[in-house]
């Protein structure tokens, strides 16, 4: 029984009920709220929430934040504790459908997270680490299969001009060309007329010697 204020103020223990089996509200019998506190101090009966009561509250609170998957497993347990709560049933089943239909909103913890993250790390260095292995084998394979010895092509043949036109060779370095080359009077000394005799062994070297015509010595 309550009090105007909502105090509680007694518990209803008996009452009159009539002839067609329904309770009179003028006859009841309420024990007051002070002997009830005595008596229970006599046994040493400390009230306190049962456990049941402290589950349900807890996944109401769940259930109407969209915590439905935090809320499940508490509202079963109410049902296992006490079989015939009159809402417990329901909110099973409504829980059951947010979660079937996506709408569950419960946080996920902390090393739910770390595992995730970790996880994703770890399929990163085994696909870098993969990746140089194979690059590796990769080189190895075509180093075997090249013939020994082989020497690269000079630059300008590694790459073929297209077709109707001519390879031309590189130009002789300033420093080997010889006396009085240059492009035109070659073999020609500083004066006309006398055979260039500077260093033919360079000459030979880039094909740019030929021997002389009018049967001098070289």
């Known amino acids: ?24 509200e003028s006859e009841s019998f309420v024990l007051p709220v002070s002997i009830i506190k005595e008596k229970l101090g006599e046994k040493n009966v400390k009230p306190a929430q049962g456990v049941t009561t402290t589950r349900y509250n807890e996944a109401v609170n769940d259930y109407f934040r969209n915590y439905y998957e935090d809320a499940l497993p508490k509202f079963r347990e109410v049902q296992a504790l006490f079989p015939n709560h009159p809402y417990v049933a329901k909110y099973i089943s409504d829980t059951q459908a947010a979660i079937s239909a996506g709408k ?17 790390l770890l399929v990163i ?39 109707g036109q001519a390879q031309v060779s590189p130009p002789v370095p300033p ?28 000459d030979v070297r880039y094909g740019q010697f030929s021997p002389p015509q009018d049967g001098r010595p070289s």
């Open 125 to 163: 260095v085994l696909a870098v680490v993969l990746a140089k292995v194979l690059g590796r084998r990769r080189r190895r394979a075509a180093a075997a299969h090249a013939p020994y010895g082989a020497v690269p092509s000079p630059p300008w043949q590694q790459h073929p001009l297209p077709s």
């Open 175 to 202: 420093s080997y060309q010889p006396y009085g080359y240059n492009g035109s009077n070659y073999g020609h000394g500083p004066q006309a007329g006398q055979p260039y005799l500077g260093d033919q062994t360079r």
């Open 104 to 120: 569950d909103e419960s946080p996920r913890p902390i090393l739910m997270w770390v595992l995730i993250g970790a996880g994703a």
């Open 1 to 24: 029984m309550f009090s105007k204020d909502g105090k509680v103020i007694g518990m209803l223990i008996a009452g009159t009920v009539s002839a067609g089996g329904e309770a009179s």
